[in-house]
Nanobody, 124 residues
Framework: QVQLVESGGGSVQAGGPLRLSCVASGGTFSRYTMGWFRQAPGKEREFVAA????????YYADSVKGRFTISRDNAKNTVYLQMNSLKPEDTAVYYCAASIYPAAVTGQNTYNYWGQGTQVTVSS
């Protein structure tokens, strides 16, 4: 069983940066595709970014492309989401997720493990 714990959320003004971290335990981290998803109030959870097990491939939602960067450190069992140029519409609870499927990218049902989420609030 894999446990995922997110951190780094908080409140920030529009245009500012924030970096989220997700630490995994209980499994072989380097075997998992890792993803970030978010859920805004009153909306469905949506894909944000994903990274392959090696870190060699990354994927982004169009809404965050060019502003967010996903990365991982397999030695630290950690995946990061660097968020720059934040906008009020980025306000949401951000979830880290792990998948045993190499081809997992945007589909939530392809992820096997989920963290509890961390709140990000962007004020204008």
């Amino acid at each position: 069983q894999v446990q995922l714990v997110e951190s780094g959320g908080g409140s920030v003004q529009a245009g500012g940066p924030l970096r989220l971290s997700c630490v995994a335990s209980g499994g072989t981290f380097s075997r998992y595709t890792m993803g970030w998803f978010r859920q805004a109030p009153g909306k469905e959870r949506e894909f944000v970014a994903a990274i392959s097990w090696s870190g060699g491939s990354t994927y982004y939602a169009d809404s965050v492309k060019g502003r967010f960067t996903i990365s991982r450190d397999n030695a630290k069992n950690t995946v990061y989401l660097q968020m720059n140029s934040l906008k009020p519409e980025d306000t949401a609870v951000y979830y880290c997720a792990a998948s045993i499927y190499p081809a997992a990218v945007t589909g939530q049902n392809t992820y096997n493990y989920w963290g509890q989420g961390t709140q990000v609030t962007v004020s204008s």
